[in-house]
């Protein structure tokens, strides 16, 4: 009898384990990705890379964790559930990577070989390599998958391209080292790295304007998975902003050593981010004003929790490809629309304030 309990507990155990939520963390300056579990924190494993893993995106069915490794040109396809790699594929220099909303193509942009090149998305069969400037960067899509918007960090442009008719169609000067780069209601924001702040930029007359301002080092930004927020970083600077999502203030400001880079969200509204400098990842409540952080590997870079594509809100689950929780994975595609509640405020009830808390 006490073989068999032994044996029931043990397979349990490793049941829920295996339905258990992982975060996937891109360990650049090391060549690996570290796998945690997000209940306990801890590490399970790491996936071993060839050189420099920097971003990853999830396939429009969800089926699939696509890891770029930039140096060791190649892309693998992870089960995001398990932490298995189910193949690897050779792709030139996959710096940033993006799925059309239409989940018809892959856009792969390579800093280091100036090309951005339009791959199948089922077949990963080259269509289209462009030569846009210099050091293509990110990747962001309009939602009706027609165009195609890449920043140009050496040019301190934004290119935009014509997916129909394979063309390039404009470059736009928008301020030094442009980085992130999303679609947000009909503009485009844009981190302007070499200095503090985003600019929107209209993809129809190329007007820019100054978004707001965040610190030095203005990097990415990214949805919340309801629509309700947007979470810009700055990495020179180290801060985390949350900002209204229809006027472009900033509501709050978190002050977190280390270089905040990529975000991902948990079910439960909190956010993970990598801290590029300092080798770590921290969890922030946008609810409080501390964060916890966990060690990885060094210059940890993308990163992805499966919780908020496993568990996601009703209105991601039915929204179409790109739309959903898969969209909020980079930060570059189409944001989700706030969903509304009977009773439920349009901005959360936080006030305005600076994050001085310290760990």
């Known amino acids: 009898m006490r073989v068999r309990f032994l044996t029931l507990a043990l397979g349990l155990l490793l049941a829920g384990t295996a339905r258990a939520n992982l975060v996937y963390v891109l360990n650049s300056g090391e060549a690996s990705v570290t796998v945690l579990d997000a209940a306990t924190r801890q590490e399970l494993r790491r996936i071993p890379m060839l050189r420099e893993p920097h971003h990853l995106v999830l396939t429009p069915d969800g089926s699939q964790l696509v890891i770029a490794d930039s140096g060791g040109n190649e892309v693998i396809f992870v089960d995001p559930a398990k932490g298995e790699v189910q193949r690897r594929e050779r792709i030139s220099n996959p710096y940033h990577l993006e799925y059309s909303p239409d989940g018809r193509y892959l856009m792969v942009a390579s800093l280091r070989r100036d090309q951005v090149d ?25 939602p009706d998958s027609k165009r195609a918007f890449v920043t140009l960090q050496g040019d301190r442009a934004v290119a935009a391209f014509d997916l129909d008719n394979r063309t390039h169609l404009w470059t736009q000067e928008v301020g030094p080292e442009p980085a992130g780069v999303t679609w947000h209601r009909g503009k485009l924001l844009v981190g ?3 200095s503090d702040h985003f600019v929107s930029l209209d993809p129809e007359t190329r007007e ?152």
């Open 208 to 359: 820019v304007s100054r978004a707001f301002a965040i610190g030095r080092g203005a990097h990415t930004i990214f949805p919340a998975p309801d629509g309700r927020a947007l979470y810009a970083t700055s990495r020179v600077d180290s801060r985390v902003a949350e900002i209204d999502p229809d006027t472009l203030a900033v509501r709050r400001v978190w002050n977190i050593a280390g270089g905040p880079d990529c975000l991902t969200f948990d079910q439960d509204g909190r956010i993970w981010m990598t801290l590029r400098w300092v080798g770590r990842v921290a969890v922030l409540d946008p609810r409080e004003t501390e964060w916890t952080t966990i060690r990885v590997g060094r210059s940890p870079h993308g990163i992805f929790h499966t919780g908020m594509f496993q568990a996601g809100p009703p209105e991601a689950q039915r929204s179409g490809p790109g739309q959903g929780v898969a969209a909020t994975i980079s930060g570059s595609r189409p944001a989700p629309v706030p969903a509304a509640t009977p009773g439920s405020p349009a901005v959360p009830p936080n006030p305005v304030q600076p994050a001085a808390a310290r760990q």
């Open 192 to 194: 302007i790295m070499g």
């Open 118 to 142: 339009l791959y199948s998305a089922h077949t990963l069969s080259l269509i289209q390599r462009f030569r846009p400037g210099d050091m293509p960067s990110h990747i962001a899509f309009s």
